[in-house]
């Protein structure tokens, strides 16, 4: 019963029915609600779109397993995971997101209460002194009075005949969801924030450890031309280039400390923590953990329901189609009931005689005809909303499945920069070695150990960042995922509490509705 003359013709036939059957039929109607129900969910593309692009290695990304909530546990870093939990716990955006599903829910008990009627009680006391003159003129005698009145009374209660208040409960309910999904949301995106800054702090470390060493080398060799410049083998400029080298190789320390500082501060952030406060957790040096050698990515339905962006998106569809159906009964009858009892006396002791009673209760039935175009425009601007709604649900679907085959690239691709950075590393290192025996033989120059020392600490350089891009390359398709949260995780219990009490209000009084009829 969407069609709106239909509805109208119902009423009509209401004054030729017996009033058993009027009343069912009543019952009948606002069991109906007006305005469309939400489009289905965008079909998710084919699994092979979301694999390993074309010419990349196979076996690195897999649709067969499933990305685990905890993803970051793959690392083995126990350093990392009390990170995790130090984010989940003092992360200020968390907190902020944790608020407004509360409030969010809040909302849905406010939308929910118009479903009943407001049921009040009062007392009141009036003293009531006439005009004077007035009746003196008229040869009565005035006395003030008091008056002394109890009671409660209803509001006007509107019947939701159309069904537009339970579509306003229906759009609250999908907005408080949306809520939800925007801190699971935030959960993925801050453990990701947190596991990446972890990375790029050990990644630092290990770039400072690879420095340190090389530089232990150049310190060996510029004593060693020394001594071969004061036993007059060797000329000053050997010794000149030698010490500058050392010199540039001190110069990059200070670099990365800077960058070091500035990526336990982010991270320090992220857990809502001073860098003071967090410093203890990460000065250690450690090696930069490693990441698993397949991920696992699922299907790509699975990706839809598990995008807490997409699933935010979606309920945001929800409540934008659910607010055209509340908006469009406001063209329809509104059926209302009030009424009131008390106990109105002279004096006080007459508020106990029920003969003082008073009592008034009826229906009323308005219809709406002319509102300036009010309610005609507030339709076409609910209709247009949801239109961009399912727009901006459609393009974050969209962008969720570019994210994800990029994120699959990247970590494809850096599994493979990585395996020939690390023979790129070996050919160096044999090369080095070789390079050395000569030059302490007396074979080769210092150019030519200089030039390989050079080659030496790039690849180690180009090594450690391999390593690195794999790891944030692996944080990166858990994030594209959408992985990182779970309705187990300790930051959603308030989020579930306040949904299951709002559910448990909803339940409550559907029951009641049903019992009454």
Known sequence: MRSIPRQLNSCKMLTSLRPSLTAALCLTLAACKVGPDAPPVTEPPQA???????????????????????????????????????????????????????????????????????????????????????????????????????????????????????????????????????????????????????????????????????????????????????????????????????????????????????????????????????????????????????????????????????????????AATAAIGATEAQRLPTLSLSGNFYIAANDVSGLGDLSNKAYSFGPSLSLPIFTAGRIDSAVRQARAEAEAALAQYRGTVISAIGDLSASVGDFVYARETRARADAALASAEAALVLAQQQFDAGVTDYSTLLDVQRAALDAQTGAVDAQAGVAQGFVSLQRALGAGWSDSDTVLRSAESSENQANETSSSESRKSEGSR
């Open 48 to 318: 092979d779109a979301l694999l390993a692009p074309a010419g990349a290695s196979a076996g690195v990304v897999s649709a067969q397993q499933q990305p685990v909530a905890q993803w970051w546990t793959a690392f083995r870093d126990p350093t990392l995971d009390a990170l995790i939990a130090k984010s989940d716990e003092g992360n200020q955006t968390l907190m902020a997101a944790m608020a407004n599903v509360r409030a969010a829910y809040a909302s849905v008990g406010v939308s929910e209460a118009d479903l009943w009627p407001t049921v009040g009680t009062g007392a009141q006391y009036t003293r009531t002194l006439t005009n004077i003159a007035q009746l003196a003129a008229a040869g009565v005698r005035v006395e003030p009075y008091n008056s002394y009145a109890y009671g409660v009374g209803m509001s006007a209660w509107e019947i939701d005949l159309w069904g537009g208040v339970r579509r306003q409960v229906e759009a609250s309910k999908a907005s408080a969801e949306s809520t939800v999904d925007t801190l699971r949301d935030a959960l993925v995106s801050v453990r990701a924030q947190v596991a990446a800054s972890y990375l790029q702090v050990r990644t630092l470390q290990t770039q400072r450890a690879v420095l340190l060493d090389t530089r232990e080398t150049l310190v060996k060799t510029r004593d060693l031309i020394q001594a071969r410049f004061d036993a007059g083998t060797t000329n000053g400029l050997d010794v000149a280039r030698a010490q500058a080298d050392l010199d540039a190789m001190d110069a990059q320390v200070p670099q990365i400390d800077g960058g070091l500082s500035s990526a336990i501060a982010s991270l320090a952030v992220l857990c809502g923590m001073t860098p003071s406060q967090l410093a203890p957790l990460v000065v250690a040096v450690a090696p930069l953990p490693a990441a698993p050698e397949i991920a696992g990515i699922g299907l790509p339905a699975q990706l839809i329901e598990r995008r807490p962006d997409v699933r935010a998106a979606h309920q945001r569809l929800l």
